[in-house]
């Protein structure tokens, strides 16, 4: 069975960093566009960045730009998501998402094109 597990959430203060991965097994993240949702109780799933198969261009939404990064290492099927100068506005659960076509514009962000999904990692941004 397909599967993404997401790591590296936690509790971290104001203007920290934390790193998140996104490892997969039983397929290869290679030729996946990957891209990292988030969501809080109440609102809409929010889609932060991705990154393409390929060329490994990324994308970012506004409000993250600058402050995190996404990267890939296929080697070890995993993609991170850097993220620096946290805060509490970035509190949410973060999901890892696997859209099957894995090139072309990954923004806007759209949910329902992607095809595996992770059970999600909590981040919280407090002091």
């Known amino acids: 069975q397909v599967q993404l597990v997401e790591s590296g959430g936690g509790l971290v203060q104001p203007g920290g960093s934390l790193r998140l991965s996104c490892a997969a097994s039983?397929?290869?993240?290679?030729?996946?566009?990957i891209s990292w949702f988030r969501q809080v109780p109440g609102k809409e799933r929010e889609g932060v960045s991705g990154?393409?198969?390929?060329?490994?261009?990324?994308f970012y939404t506004d409000s993250v730009k600058g402050r995190f990064t996404i990267s890939r290492d296929d080697a070890k099927n995993t993609v991170y998501l850097q993220m620096n100068n946290l805060k509490p506005e970035d509190t949410a659960i973060y999901y890892c998402?696997?859209?099957?076509?894995?090139?072309?514009?990954?923004?806007?962000?759209?949910?329902?094109?992607?095809?595996?999904w992770g059970q999600g990692t909590q981040v919280t941004v407090s002091s």
């Open positions: 039983r397929f290869y993240l290679d030729y996946y566009a």
């Open positions: 998402a696997a859209r099957e076509r894995g090139w072309g514009p990954l923004t806007p962000f759209i949910p329902r094109d992607y095809d595996y």
């Open positions: 990154i393409c198969s390929g060329d490994d261009m990324a």
